[in-house]
């Protein structure tokens, strides 16, 4: 399908008469620059991929497409480390302080306890208990209602204090 718009110009190539056009002038070059910026692979190609897609779709309102993708692929990569940055926070909150053997113990014993529930109920507590959703909100991402994530919860955290307090006996 090819979407025709007003002329506009893709870094002085002339005037771009549809998304395929467009696409076929601006997408290495986008896709480079982000290499550069990423120095990942798989990474530019996924934020090019996105920063093009939300172009087409919002083509026919698009006044300049070229600073359009490239501002939304900044913004994407913007928004990508971000979510890594607080991944990478979390995932340190997992293991206590150098020098806390009795701490780190304990948290290698709750990681482990949390390996060995089904799934079903390890992605509740991790929803609810690690992430901080409520059921309501943890219940669409499981698609399942939320007394149902309350259920899974119960089950899980009875099996954890088990399973933790039979590696603490």
């Keep these: 399908m090819r979407h025709v718009r007003p002329a506009s110009s893709t870094a002085g190539a002339g005037p771009v008469p549809d998304f395929d056009t467009f696409f076929a002038v601006e997408y290495r070059r986008l896709f480079e620059v982000l290499y550069l910026l990423t120095r990942n692979r798989v990474e530019a190609e996924d934020l090019a991929q996105e920063a093009m897609a939300r172009t087409y779709e919002r083509w026919s309102r698009i006044r300049d497409p070229t600073r359009y993708v490239y501002r939304t692929a900044f913004n994407l990569h913007r928004t990508l480390r971000r ?86 006996g």
Excluded: F, N, Y
């Design 83 to 168: 979510r890594l940055a607080v991944a990478v926070r979390k995932r340190a909150e997992l293991l206590p302080a150098a020098g806390d053997a009795d701490a780190v113990e304990r948290r290698l014993d709750v990681l482990a306890a949390l390996a060995l529930l089904p799934t079903t109920q390890r992605a509740a507590v991790v929803l609810v208990d690690w992430a901080g959703m409520t059921a309501e909100e943890a219940a669409p991402v499981l698609g399942i209602q939320p007394v149902s994530v309350r259920g899974r919860l119960h089950r899980a955290r009875a099996a954890l204090r088990r399973r933790i307090g039979d590696a603490d």
